[in-house]
């Protein structure tokens, strides 16, 4: 961008120089080179559009999920979360083989044993992982007798992947057993997840983690 001066006020596009005032002066530059037309229709965008199409579903898939345990999230401290987060959602649906490059879905990728082991151990910030306290088997949760903790929070998450909604139950649970059954909230037409939060007898969070 650059200033000039001139007896003749020129407004407008000129050749690739654009004219405008900005501030109460007079100003010139380059016509940008993004085309929108271009990027929307041309081939040789084509890998562009389909990073730019799985970069927002990433984003908005880790937002809506993130948003439903964002209570607990806050007790992590870790300011970089959300961008740990991002990665991750972008790994997992990097692990969708059944869908063509630019429609590929973290939903998809957590279909796969894999992208499930990815979701399952993601630590989140200086709290551990409560992989490390509890087994699940279909729709039961056994939590270790040695564990630390004397409560659970169950919060049962269904996913709307095409609409980025979700509906979740959260259920608190004093432990004076170590094993637990999943309440069935929802259909199972839809994708489900488990979150759980440990919590020991003085009431802090001592593990969590998708399971």
């Not at 501030?23 to 271009?38: I, M, Q």
């Not at 044993?113 to 151990?121: D, I, P, R, S, V």
């Not at 969070?205 to 399971?211: A, E, N, Y």
């Amino acid at each position: 961008m650059a200033t000039y001066e001139s007896l003749i006020k020129i407004k407008g596009a000129v050749g690739d120089l654009v004219f405008y005032t900005l501030n109460g002066k007079n100003v010139v530059r380059k016509k940008s080179g993004f085309n929108k037309t271009a990027f929307k229709k041309d081939p040789s965008y084509e890998k562009v559009r389909q990073n730019s199409s799985e970069f927002g579903h990433c984003s908005k898939m880790g937002k809506i999920i993130r948003k439903s345990i964002d209570l607990y999230l806050k007790e992590t401290g870790d300011t970089l979360l959300y961008q740990k987060f991002a990665k991750l959602m972008t790994e997992i649906k990097d692990l969708d083989v059944i869908s063509e490059k630019g429609k590929r879905t973290v939903e998809n990728g957590l279909k796969t044993e894999e992208g499930k082991k990815l979701l399952t151990t993601f630590q989140f910030g200086e709290i551990k992982n409560v992989a490390l306290e509890v087994q699940r088997q279909d729709y039961t949760l056994r939590i270790k007798e040695n564990a630390e903790a004397g409560k659970a929070i169950i919060i049962t998450i269904k996913l709307n992947s095409e609409n980025y909604t979700v509906e979740k139950t959260e259920e608190d649970l004093i432990l004076g057993q170590h094993q637990i059954a999943f309440k069935k909230y929802f259909s199972q037409d839809g994708f489900i997840l488990y979150f759980i939060i440990l919590k020991n007898e003085n009431g802090e969070i001592s593990r969590m983690g998708f399971v």
